[in-house]
């Protein structure tokens, strides 16, 4: 489980979980509302980072 935890993504495939634009979650990772790191040019992401950031953004939706 641990190794899936750790898995990277890319943007691309960050903005098919997310319903978003791959620019679109490029810039939420410039302005740090979605973390994420540049590996060379393009970013990446953690698979649990964007696990965590869809059940807060869930919550806050539902709290709304």
Known sequence: ????????????????????????????ARKNILPGFKKGKQWRFRKKDVSSFTKKQTGEIRDA
Do not use: Q
């Open 1 to 28: 489980m641990l190794e899936r935890e750790e898995e990277l993504l890319n943007s691309r495939e960050v903005a098919i979980i997310l319903d978003l634009s791959p620019d679109t979650v490029n810039e939420f």
